[in-house]
């Protein structure tokens, strides 16, 4: 696993190009076995212990300190999906014809038709199927009552399509893809898929590349312990720490942002009964899963 002066380095090279992408993401993943985790570096254990305070940054309170990360990290795959979007997006503003015939073929090879029964005669996609009475179908719209409904070809939709991309006939998800996920879809759907495709294909080098820039910065500030505070077990376990902010008042302590201010900054009286909240909290927690009521 790399170090935290490691990955600043390789970041800056893959940022200049002086290493590719294939290098960057083998020399960050080669020892990335499951259950290797950074805490278990000596790298990590002595940067943590510079950064750890010597007091509770919400109670100043001395027993008991973690180092908590008030916000967490994505991974790769995350980053490499938004990384995607966005390009797809680009990619659909200045490509937003798809070539008939392509698309044709492609829905055909690709997905599985499930044609929707209509109304032979006003053509409404959600007639009534009935168990006991024939005929078998009798249409919500016209009351037309009838045995065989129609159905449209795919050549028929994707022609109505190309006609208007919002058409009642072509928003069901009738489409069923083959891959392994067997995704329901409209030609709607399909079509941005396959435009997402050919941006990522288009692009796959420099998706790639920024999404694992996003990666390893990610990395790089959880490391850092930049965005961390140090709190003492009680007010780790009574507070949701990912939802604290520094008092804006004192500038000193953390506070959850449905506050006004920290424990510190508040009158006397008040001050009193915060603490002894967060002493009472793990109490409570105690005495709920006593009661099964946890
Ligand atoms: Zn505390
Ligand atoms: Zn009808
Ligand atoms: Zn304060």
Known sequence: MLTYNELIELKKKLANEEVTLEYAKESCWKDFQEGARAWHTNDWKKRRSEVLKDKCEICDSKETLTLQHLSHTLKYNDYEREVTKRYTETFIGS???????EFSEHVIKDYDYVPIPLCPNCEDN????????LPQYLCAVCRHEFDKPVYKSVEELIAIFYENEDAIEVRDKC???????KNKLNL????YWFQRNM??????ETIGKEAFLLYLDDNIKYLSFSDTITACKKCAFSYDIKNMELCPKCKEHYKGIQYATCIQCLPEDRR???LETIEFGKEMHAIHKKLGID
């Open 188 to 191: 709607s759907n399909i079509k």
């Open 95 to 101: 490509n937003s014809i798809v070539d008939k015939f």
């Open 272 to 274: 009193k009964a915060a």
């Open 199 to 204: 941006a990522k294909t288009k692009d796959n």
């Open 175 to 181: 489409f069923i893809s083959k891959d392994k996920w």
């Open 126 to 133: 959600r007639p009534n199927k009935r168990v006991r009475k």
